[in-house]
């Protein structure tokens, strides 16, 4: 398998992951000291930094009903990006429509970095408070 083979399997073993709450196999994807940075003022808004902080950020953007839709595996030499598109509602009527770009530095097979790029920071930053 070539490493861009790679980078798409990490990718997809990243989203199977998160999709289906499965915390061992998040862990396992993530580097230690991974850094996950994300636009914006709300509560999942700035840069996380270890393996227990992305995954409480992953839980906590899962735990508000998100519904992720993948569009494209986009990769590169050193990882992989993600086109995604979120979508949510919670009950009091906030509404989360955004697509997005998850940018995943690779090394040695694990999710070294993760960076988020949106398009609509504040509407992320509303839905996320």
């Known amino acids: ?12 073993r990243f989203l199977a992951a998160f ?6 196999a998040l862990r396992a994807l993530l580097a230690e000291d ?5 636009p914006g003022s ?15 950020r992953a839980w906590e953007i899962a735990g508000r009903g998100v519904h992720t839709e993948l569009r494209h595996v986009l990769v590169g030499q050193h990882g992989a990006a993600l086109s995604l ?6 009950p009091d009527g906030r509404v ?6 998850t940018v995943l530095t690779i090394s040695d097979g694990v999710i070294a970095a993760i960076d ?14």
Do not use: C, K, Q
């Not at 988020?116 to 408070?129: C, I, K, N, R, T």
């Open 19 to 24: 999709g289906a709450r499965d915390e061992p």
């Open 116 to 129: 988020s790029y949106l398009s609509d920071v504040d509407g992320m930053s509303a839905f996320f408070v």
């Open 96 to 101: 989360l429509d955004e697509h997005l770009a």
């Open 42 to 56: 709300g509560t999942i808004s700035g840069t996380v930094r270890g393996r227990d902080a992305a995954v409480a």
């Open 85 to 90: 598109h979120n979508t949510a509602h919670t």
């Open 34 to 38: 991974i850094v996950w940075s994300m």
């Open 1 to 12: 398998m070539s490493e861009h083979n790679g980078h798409a399997e990490v990718a997809g």
